[in-house]
C-alpha cells in the first residue's frame, strides 16, 4: 500500500487542475500543438510512466532537470546538450556535474515523439511536459503547461555555475537568486517542495550531519551512518531529501523541515526562524495549499525566457544542434 499523505488533511490523493490566464509571454499556450501533435501528451506520459516504473527516483531526476534547466537562461533546453570537442555545455558545470541524470528518459521520448510528429515539438517542451508528469504520476497535483518553446542552438557553462541555487545557500542568497528569474519568496518555498521526492549526495549534505546545531540529533546521526565525515570518502553515497516518503509527491518535505530533519542546509533554511516560517508551516498543515501553489510556481517558471518565434531551433537530437 501506498504511504498515506503526511498532511494534516485527510486525504490518499489530490488531483489538481491549475489553467492560469493571461501568461506572462502569450507566445505560450496550452494548446500549442493540438493540431501539429494532438498525441503528444499521451505519448510523453507512456514514456515517463515506463521510466517511473523502473526506478522511482527518476521522476525526480526529470523533475530537476527542468529546474536547472530554467534557471540558465530560461527554459530552453540548453542543459540536455552534450560537450564536444569545440562546444562546452551545461553538464559539467559544478551544480549538474556527477548529479544531473535522465538524459537517457528525454532522449528515449523524443524519439517517440520524432516518429509520430517529426520535427515538431522541441525538447524544451518535451522537459517541462515530462517534469509535470513525473509529478503527477508520483501523487502530486497536475496543471496545464503551456507550450511553444524552442531550443537553445548554445549553453553557458558560466552561467550555469552562478545560476543554479546551491545546497549550501542561505535564505538570503536563495531569495536573491529566485527573484532574479522573476519568482517570489512563495514561488521559493512551494518549488523547493520537489525535495519530497530524490536523493541527494553526501557531499551536499556532510557539513549539515556534522557541523550544523539546527538539526534533530537522531536524524543527524542516521544520515552520518552513510555519510563518513571525511571528505572524499563517501562522497557519492546517496540519502532521501525525505526521509518518510522519499517516491510519493507530498507534503512531508515541510514536515521534516518543522521538525529540524531537513537535510540540506538551503533547505533548513526555509524554517529557521525566518520570513519563510510562516510558509512552511501553512504547507505543513494544508497539503491543497501546497500543490496548488506548487502549480502556480511551477508554471511561472516555465515562463522564464523561453525561447519562441523564430528564435532558436526544434532539435531533431536533444543532445546536439541541428
Known sequence: MAPLSCSRITMFSLVLFVLIIGSVNAQLSTNFYSKTCPKLSSIVQRQVQSAISKEARIGASILRLFFHDCFVNGCDGSILLDDTSNFTGEKNALPNKNSVRGFDVIDNIKTAVENVCPGVVSCADILAIAATDSVAILGGPTWNVK????????????????????????????????????LSTKDLVALSGAHTIGQARCTTFRVRIYNETNIDTSFASTRQSNCPKTSGSGDNNLAPLDLHTPTSFDNCYYRNLVQNKGLLHSDQQLFNGGSTNSIVSGYFNNQNSFFSDFATAMIKMGDIKPLTGSNGEIRKNCRKPN
Open 147 to 182: 507550450l511553444g518553446r524552442r531550443d537553445a542552438t548554445t549553453a553557458s557553462q558560466s552561467d550555469a555555475n552562478t545560476a543554479i541555487p546551491r545546497p549550501t545557500s542561505n535564505l538570503n542568497i536563495l531569495t536573491s537568486m529566485f527573484k532574479n528569474v522573476g
